[in-house]
């Protein structure tokens, strides 16, 4: 990981770059299958402290697990998060969950956070509960 061009990559191709794994997702990947009470931990706690170039591969676990134990700290950035990459991602992953009571608290959290109404991102964000019919 130190020296990435030192990787074997002789499997890789351009060709379906957009459908290959990043060697982050490969690894949380192997991990969930191994110890899954440990991946979802690393999953919360990356949800927590990820910036905005991380951020997205723990939201989008997140989305396709849906274990509960992610809602918290994705409700938790959602209520305090000035980037709108980082809590658009959020907002995305905790709609996947399809869940009233989820939504009612996206709702809430828009009301904690300026952020969520202000510039690109607060229409952004608007917009994505519209389509989702959240108001």
Do not use: C
């Not at 957009?18 to 690894?27: C, F, R």
């Not at 509960?68 to 709609?95: C, D, G, Q, R």
Request: without cysteine.
């Amino acid at each position: 990981m130190q020296n990435p061009n030192e990787l074997d990559i002789a499997n890789f191709s351009f060709d379906n770059f957009e459908e290959t794994k990043s060697l982050n997702e490969q690894m949380l990947d192997l991990i969930i299958n191994k110890d899954r009470d440990f991946g979802f931990q690393l999953i919360r706690e990356n949800i927590k402290k990820s910036n905005v170039h991380n951020f997205p591969l723990y939201a989008t676990k997140a989305s396709e697990i849906k274990d509960k134990s992610f809602v918290k700290p994705l409700i938790e950035i959602l209520e305090m998060e000035w980037n709108a990459h980082i809590y658009l991602s959020a907002t995305k992953a905790l709609i996947s969950y399809d869940n009233q009571d989820i939504n009612k608290q996206i709702l809430n959290a828009r009301t904690k956070n300026e952020n969520l109404r202000k510039d690109w991102g607060g229409k952004a964000f608007d917009k994505l509960l519209a389509e989702n019919g959240i108001e």
